[in-house]
């Protein structure tokens, strides 16, 4: 299944989708706090979004998976 990855390290500071979230390419799909800058994630193709994996508050690294989408 294919994930979108966290592109920088820090803390996931809002999620702004559900599962099941019908997404398009530019979406924002969660903002990262990463050296004190808000980092938006956006979503890189259209898609549907089967899983998140990360909570607000939690740690990330760069590279690290954090969406499922189908």
């Known amino acids: ?3 979108i990855d966290a592109a920088v390290s820090g803390h996931v500071s809002s999620i702004a989708i559900e599962a099941g979230a019908t997404i ?3 979406d924002v799909l969660m903002i990262i706090e990463s ?5 938006p994630l956006e979503a890189e193709a259209d898609g549907v979004v ?3 994996l990360v909570q ?12 499922e989408v189908e």
């Open 1 to 3: 299944m294919p994930q």
């Open 24 to 26: 398009s390419a530019g």
């Open 50 to 52: 089967k899983a998140i």
């Open 35 to 39: 050296m004190k800058m808000e980092i």
């Open 56 to 67: 607000p508050g939690d740690a990330v690294t760069e590279g690290q998976p954090v969406v």
